[in-house]
């Protein structure tokens, strides 16, 4: 099983790569002039539908209809960079090793004692 | 439970009579915006001014495209503000950093707010941008960037940033106490949950910088990649929204950081050095946007194209000059309250305040400057000049906008410390 970095790492990648792929891939394609019409419509467009169809009666109808995701590459992208902010969270939320963060907590000021006077109300008073 | 709320840091669960006449004023205006949007969203964009550009003689872009830059603008400041407190170690400053956080949070929801006002049929807008954005576009880029990534990454930073407080707060006996549990996340203050935080954070701020800088040159990009629309199409255009952006936000962040002050009496730990530093900022920010206002000036007037200098002309003694000269003050008299202050080293938050409301007003006159008269004027087909004058559904929408984001803050403030709550030693 995979440890709070590997977690980490697995999230930035999966992120970044859904951004290339959706960006690079699955949107409008680039070139230059980029004004031309040849670089207007997204690619996948056309060919999920088709292959969508083609499976329609067969036991690859459920499975096609997953690809229906890629006729939304912006929305690929988004999540990517979702992914990739939320792999934040995960380094900070996920427990590290358990031996490691078990015999921390005992060091820990704020479960030692009442919070209140650490906390300051306004005007500087407790 | 009362003596308990009444020992809760920084106001929060005490509703006391100004804040709920505030609330009320603030939802008053909000339900006339919503009468407001009802009436355009069953009546369509006739309500508004919004017209069709050369043939109708009108804008299509109006006051809620000049409030999502507005709005946008003033979201940068904030997430800066607090990657530099965290990556230049400005410590003094972090009494600002979770007001500025939120600050960039809210106006990044207003100004998402603001592009749907401004669709006739909102929903079609989000389908098709959702499917078939095309990348070279900068709408897909300040799409994907300025709303996904640059609004997530906030949040994301906010929320790690408050999980300590949350803790803290988590240990009263309040009507919110699952709230900062289910906030804390199990957050314990541990000194290695503090390094985890202070490694996460750092990295943040550091992908947090470029990527905001890049969201607000792509909507730049919007209007300076338009090469039919003359004072649109300009190499300036998206360096200039950054830098406008810092000045609007760090005004406004001045604004609030001096009502809190007074509200809270917080004077030592909003002190007088926090203001100093956003003055100087601000006042930097300031003088490079003037060079770059001078430099476009000089261009388009030197050297530009008839259609450019008859738009030009316009601004400076035609129909738009009540706007532009206005604006113009604006950003001349604080820079020069601004540099008064930072040669004689003697502070004064009052002229701040000043100086934080005269900017605000004047990027506010300028996004206006940017998205409306390139339209009305700006024309290359052989029609004549337009108008446009926003109706009372355009700023009723828009005085809705700015209370719902009043009220979020101080509904917040009601909720959550405002301020990262000091430690034992007195330092935040």
């Known amino acids: ?126 | 439970m009362t003596t308990q709320i009444e020992k809760l840091p920084y106001g929060i669960g005490r509703l006391t009579a100004g804040w709920s006449l505030l609330v009320g004023l603030l939802l008053v205006f909000i339900s006339l915006g919503a009468y407001a949007y009802y009436r355009q969203f069953t009546e369509g964009e006739v309500v508004t001014g919004l017209r069709n550009i050369g043939t109708m003689g009108g804008a299509t872009w109006g006051l809620y495209v000049a409030f999502v830059i507005y709005f946008v603008g003033v979201s940068f400041a904030g997430i800066t503000v607090a990657a530099l407190i965290r990556l230049l170690n400005l410590s003094h400053l972090r009494p600002v950093s979770r007001m500025a956080e939120l600050l960039t949070i809210i106006s990044l929801i207003l100004a998402a707010f603001s592009i749907l006002a401004d669709l006739g049929q909102p929903l079609r807008g989000i389908v098709n941008l959702l499917r078939y954005a095309r990348p070279q576009s900068p709408f897909f880029g300040t799409f994907t960037l300025v709303i996904s990534g640059y609004l997530f990454a906030s949040l994301v930073y906010f929320y790690l940033a408050g999980r300590r407080d949350a803790a803290l707060m988590a240990q009263y006996e309040t009507p919110f106490r699952w709230f900062y549990r289910l906030w804390a996340a199990g957050y314990q203050d541990t000194p290695a949950e503090r390094e985890r935080h202070r490694r996460t954070s750092f990295w943040l701020a550091i992908a947090i910088l470029p990527l905001l800088v890049t969201a607000h040159s792509t909507l730049g990009f919007v209007f300076g990649l338009q090469i039919g629309r003359p004072a649109w199409f300009s190499a300036l255009q998206a360096p200039a929204f950054v830098i406008m952006a810092g000045v609007s936000g760090v005004g406004l962040l001045i604004i609030i950081a001096a009502v809190l002050r007074r509200i809270l009496n917080e004077r030592e730990h909003l002190s007088v050095a926090v203001f100093q530093w956003l003055g100087r900022f601000l006042m930097v920010l300031i003088l490079a946007y003037l060079y770059f206002m001078i430099v476009e000036l000089l261009t388009s007037t030197y050297t530009g194209h008839h259609h450019e200098v008859r738009l030009t002309q316009a601004m400076l003694w035609g129909e738009y000059a009540w706007i532009y000269w206005p604006s113009v003050t604006s950003l001349l008299i604080p820079v020069v309250l601004l540099i008064r202050q930072a040669l004689t080293h003697q502070w004064r938050i009052g002229l701040l305040v000043a100086s934080g409301v005269l900017v605000n007003l004047a990027a506010v006159g300028k996004r206006y400057l940017i998205v409306v008269p390139s339209q009305t004027q700006g024309s290359l087909l052989p029609y004549g000049s337009g108008s446009y004058v926003p109706t009372w559904v355009e700023y009723s929408i828009v005085l809705g906008l700015f209370a719902l984001g009043a009220l979020l803050y101080a509904l917040f403030m009601k909720l959550f410390p405002i301020m990262p709550i000091p430690e034992r030693g007195g330092e935040h």
Request: aromatic letters at 12%; a positive charge.
């Open chain 1, 1 to 126: 099983m995979l440890m709070r970095r590997g977690k980490t790492l697995a999230m930035l990648i999966s992120g970044f790569s859904l951004m290339v792929v959706s960006y690079f891939f699955l949107a409008a394609p680039w070139g230059f002039p980029p004004s031309s019409v040849v670089y207007s419509n997204p690619r996948v467009v056309l060919v999920t539908p088709t292959l969508i169809s083609l499976g329609e009666y067969s036991f690859l109808a459920w499975p096609l209809r997953v690809l229906e995701i890629l006729t939304w590459p912006p929305v690929i992208f988004v999540l990517g960079v979702m992914m990739v902010f939320l792999s934040a969270v995960v380094y900070e939320l996920l427990p590290e090793k358990r031996s490691y963060d078990a015999r921390l907590p005992q060091q820990a000021g704020l479960k030692q004692t009442q919070t209140e006077s650490q906390v300051r109300g306004p005007g500087g008073t407790s």
